[in-house]
């Protein structure tokens, strides 16, 4: 690939929707906040179909997201990068991070970690849930190489304390909060792969966003705590640092939620079919 790193402003944005279903006014919102930005800087705006969950991702949303979003008037450059067309890059990233010694299996099952955590009387819990109670990293290399060639199924969980010893203080810049000392420990040892999906959203968003050559992460505010694992798995994989900028996450004035999938009403397909324009979507995310 090319390296977008040269383009003329230096600025990289993309959007990374996943097509579990159709788009909504809250994916425009933040379509046009990562597009705008890089238009604004004389930059590159870049797509990417975050489709890695074959259980939940469906072709007739991957087709309606990207005319969805040509509608809008959007346009990227390169054709968008399909994760589900990439698995061997985040074999290959796992593999390294085994080499340093900073992945364990884990053949717990969903259900025994839950009654562990419900079990204890002070579980502590981070961005993505409980943290998983630390079982199998205790487990001898022998004993998990055993379990592991007599194929009983296991995840591929992050030792999050080995890697931060590796890794030492590290640090990454908001464009609001400004810079911020990482804190991956807030999320234990995150799954990076399971047998079903062979890698994570944690994962492959931070390879993609190196390898994508994307310089500028925007997108909602929800995941803004992500970023203290995601440099992380930066340092360990020797990975470019973005700069990131999380916006807000917009409401519904008539409920006063977030947009979410099953407003059904208010996906782009069903507004545009109902005869609004492409700027009237704009005004109503604030983007006109
Ligand atoms: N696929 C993620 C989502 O739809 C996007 C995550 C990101 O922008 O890093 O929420």
Redesign the pocket.
Known sequence: MGSPRASASGIVTRF???PTGLLHLGHAYSALFAFEAARRAGGRFLLRI?DIDAARCREEHHEALLEDLAWLGLEWDHPPRRQSRHLADYAAALDRLEARGVVYPCFCTRREILVEVAGSASAPHGPDGPLYPGKCRALSPSEARERRERGEPFALRLAVEAAQAQAGPLVWRDREAGLQAARPDLFGDVVLARKEVPTSYHLA?TLDDHLQGVTLVT?GED?RPAVHLHRLLQAMLGLETPEYHHHRLLVDPATGRRYAKRDQSLTLRALRQSGVPPMEIRRRVGMG
């Open positions: 990374a929707p996943s975050e968003a997108r995941l």
